[in-house]
């Protein structure tokens, strides 16, 4: 039985505590939060012991970081350095990813503990998926299309626009990996919509697609946590052609992040001492049973 | 530069030559036949080396071993025993699979060298989405519905019936699992139709599926190596139910296996020595880039 304990208790750490409850091989450890005495405001049950630091919490084989992408770095050299594996959703791509996994590594191998990094379902699965069409067509374009979902990053970098008080942007997928943002507002009192709306169009996260900007009464009557991805590669196997790969799903996102993490958790107690992302780890050791029950049900 | 050689020079022989040649790391060492005097006649290129054994060829890194399934366990325990990794595609499910696996890890550890076996696209690729599907909700059922393509498996049981001078044998999916058997069949003079198709039905390759046979002038006429698979799972992630994930390709089949098999090449040389599924093994090895390449590319 391993024990896990989640740092953070928002909408991933409440999804993750009911992932490792349905694993058969885990415990949760107990919650970890900057403030003890919020526990109640963030909905930890009764039964779970609290901490404002790991050292209060009881033999733990692993800590998974349900907190910003920001903070990920630091939080995970913590408990690596405390000989605690972690597993983070980790959403920066391109450098900031490379650079995590370089600082993770080492901090990981200097201390004996395994860090599992962008273990979401994108960066996550959907890199995984793009690894397998790739291997299995060398030469051809993927297009990962996103939605119809929330953007966190989007919804967040439109309520930092002056005069929005509250604000959601829903991805659409166009096709060959263009968007569409759709951008619901809640208009502060005094601001002029249309001012509001051509900030949001000019800023950085959205003057490269289709923008959208409508103003709406009550941003929370719109949101819902369900999304989707539809990625497609059509490319050669050696000189053949025309080789043509879908993979689609259409999913609760917080659920499945935490499901994917509470996986990957199993997956570090398994790994030797470093920083692997989803594509350094064999599919089997994200999986509960054994390798002939595999073997015989999946292979 | 690896040095592969193909063993075998049919279907998927020819199609690994293109992926080998394809690949930047890989070139191919030569072409093991039974008999060399059909180098000919089998299509092999005058510019490859041809021999009956491997130890007339140069420094061989891993053998891709295109012959039957029967022929694989002792074929592979030749080229494992001699330090040569191998990769087949073997396509039994179940405890034919658990058994070669047990058997190739035994020879691969006790002579230093990997075996990768069911590398093609089911088992193989398939197996992986299957686990991926899994791990992502591990509550709730997964569907694999093949075609519509060639079933070898059912074409030359067909082939086998008396009466039967050639046959086709293509499967339709009919979802969830479930598939339709179309036999198509060119009769020996002198037998009965109605005999012989009933006989196909009640031979246990068909007894079990809805099966229609039809007798035309020329089989050759109606064959393609097109094939497709649609996978789709639905189960829970945590206590989130209704995850809907599918997969689905479109592939010319010889050429996605021989692909798959590169691949699982390249990735054998960089196991520790045994044998491994392609769910045992991460899928940045399978791919040619490095890690911080693959973590910008694919991540």
Redesign the interface.
């Given at each position: 039985m391993k024990r896990i304990t989640i740092v953070g208790y928002g909408n991933i750490g409440r999804?993750?505590?009911?992932?490792i409850?349905?694993?058969p091989d885990m415990e949760c450890a107990g919650v970890v939060l900057r403030d003890r005495t919020k526990w109640k405001e963030k909905g930890v049950p009764a039964y779970l012991t609290v901490a404002e630091d790991v050292h209060e919490l009881h033999k733990v084989d692993a800590a998974l970081l349900c907190v910003p992408s920001r903070s990920v770095p630091d939080d995970a050299i913590k408990y690596l350095s405390r000989g605690i594996h972690t597993v983070d959703s980790y959403d920066l791509?391109?450098?900031a990813?490379?650079d995590l996994?370089q600082r993770l590594d080492a901090a990981g191998k200097a201390y004996g503990s395994v860090a599992v990094i962008?273990a979401g379902?994108d960066?996550g699965?959907n890199?995984?998926?793009?690894?397998?069409f790739?291997?299995?067509?060398?030469?051809g374009i993927t297009y990962t299309n996103y939605g119809p979902g929330m953007s966190m990053g989007h919804t967040v970098a439109a309520k930092a626009i002056k005069g929005v008080r509250n604000a959601l942007s829903v991805t659409i997928p166009l096709g060959t990996g263009l968007h569409r943002r759709m951008v619901y507002i809640e208009l502060e009192t005094g601001y002029d919509f249309t001012i509001v709306a051509a900030a949001i169009k000019t800023d950085g996260y959205f003057a490269k697609d289709e923008t959208h900007v409508m103003q709406v009464e009550d941003v929370t009557a719109l949101q819902d946590v369900g999304h989707g991805v539809n990625m497609v590669r059509k490319g050669?196997?050696?000189?053949?052609d025309?080789?043509?790969?879908?993979?689609?799903?259409?999913?609760?996102n917080p659920?499945?992040t935490?499901?994917?993490m509470v996986?990957a958790a199993r997956a570090a107690c398994r790994q030797s001492p470093g920083c692997y992302?989803?594509?350094?780890?064999?599919?089997?050791s994200?999986?509960?049973d054994d390798?002939?029950t595999?073997?015989?049900?999946?292979?």
């Open positions: 999804a993750v505590l009911d992932a409850e349905a694993a791509h391109g450098d990813m490379v996994r962008g379902w960066p699965v890199s995984m998926i793009r690894g397998i790739e291997f299995s067509a060398p030469r050669a196997s050696g000189r053949i025309n080789q043509q790969f879908t993979f689609d799903m259409r999913i609760n659920a499945l935490a499901q994917i996986a992302t989803l594509l350094d780890i064999p599919i089997a994200l999986l509960y390798e002939s595999l073997t015989r049900r999946l292979i």
